[in-house]
């Protein structure tokens, strides 16, 4: 009669179209053996939603192209097969490079809006002009030479200036897009950028692309659709664990998804 001492357990992911586990016991009383055993996990085959790898550029839809050049930023938006966004972002100078898509009918089309006011450039103008006026003060009441003063007053009044065009500049709206369930928030547009109309055909476009999207899947195929879709944007950086942890919450309470 043998008796086995569980020495060691090494669990080793089997990636094929089935998942295992090959669990080894090592170390049995008296004669040394290794035995064997595996299981199936109710883990899905497609855990992503179904996408051909290979763009085809006949399918290629509307583009828009948004770049900033204080901030380094280049965003590319692009719709493809009427069913998917294409994105390619780079969100500050030297930094890499993000490849990734959404479903169109996973998304909503009615995106959160928000006004973005860098206030820091514009308490800098109000500094600065603040300044420009004391330095004429100064220099009508003699107090300070009047050349001094001139000196003084060019450079703060070319600041104020320099502020006001940079808080201008800054001064924007941000329509971020969410996944339709689970509220993830997925990209964002900027207002006017290239120009107030290339802005307006795209995100017209968009909505009327998602709308569609949405319009031939059924409710059921969306909330699954979208759990993929979270579950490969969570893998691949877009989006953190939080995120996706809240976004598959809401859809499994939902009344239709399938469990």
């Known amino acids: 009669m043998y008796f086995i001492n569980l020495m060691e357990i090494e669990v080793?992911?089997?990636?094929?179209?089935?998942?295992?586990?090959?669990?080894?016991?090592?170390?049995?009383?008296?004669d040394e053996e290794v035995i064997m055993a595996n299981a199936e996990l109710d883990v899905p085959a497609d855990n992503y939603e179904e996408f051909d790898q290979e763009i085809d550029p006949g399918k290629l839809g509307d583009q828009l192209i948004q770049t900033n050049t204080l901030k380094g930023t280049r965003r590319r938006y692009q719709t493809y097969a009427e069913k998917y966004l294409l994105l390619n972002f780079v969100e500050k100078k030297r930094a890499k490079e993000k490849n990734f898509r959404v479903n169109l009918a996973c998304l909503t089309s009615e995106p959160d809006h928000y006004k973005v006011v860098v206030w820091k450039w514009l308490y800098g103008a109000l500094g600065a002009?603040?300044?420009?006026?004391?330095?004429?003060?100064?220099?009508?009441?003699?107090?300070?030479?009047?050349?001094?003063?001139?000196?003084?007053g060019t450079i703060t009044v070319t600041t104020a200036l320099i502020c006001t065009l940079i808080f201008i500049y800054l001064m924007r709206?941000?329509?971020?897009?969410?996944?339709?369930?689970?509220?993830?928030?997925?990209?964002?547009?900027?207002?006017?950028?290239?120009?107030?109309?290339?802005?307006?055909?795209?995100?017209?476009?968009?909505?009327?692309?998602?709308?569609?999207?949405?319009?031939?899947?059924?409710?059921?195929?969306?909330?699954?659709?979208?759990?993929?879709?979270?579950?490969?944007?969570?893998?691949?950086?877009?989006?953190?664990?939080?995120?996706?942890?809240?976004?598959?919450?809401?859809?499994?309470?939902?009344?239709?998804?399938?469990?």
């Open 173 to 259: 709206d941000e329509y971020i897009f969410k996944s339709c369930y689970g509220g993830a928030k997925l990209f964002l547009i900027e207002n006017k950028n290239p120009s107030q109309q290339q802005f307006d055909h795209f995100f017209i476009k968009l909505q009327q692309s998602i709308d569609n999207a949405q319009t031939h899947m059924p409710i059921s195929d969306r909330l699954v659709g979208e759990l993929k879709m979270c579950r490969r944007l969570r893998d691949e950086g877009i989006i953190d664990d939080k995120t996706y942890t809240i976004a598959r919450t809401a859809i499994f309470k939902h009344d239709q998804y399938k469990s």
């Open 129 to 152: 002009g603040a300044l420009a006026g004391l330095s004429i003060y100064l220099g009508i009441s003699e107090t300070v030479r009047l050349e001094y003063c001139l000196f003084a």
């Open 12 to 30: 080793i992911p089997y990636h094929n179209n089935y998942s295992r586990y090959f669990i080894w016991f090592i170390d049995m009383h008296e």
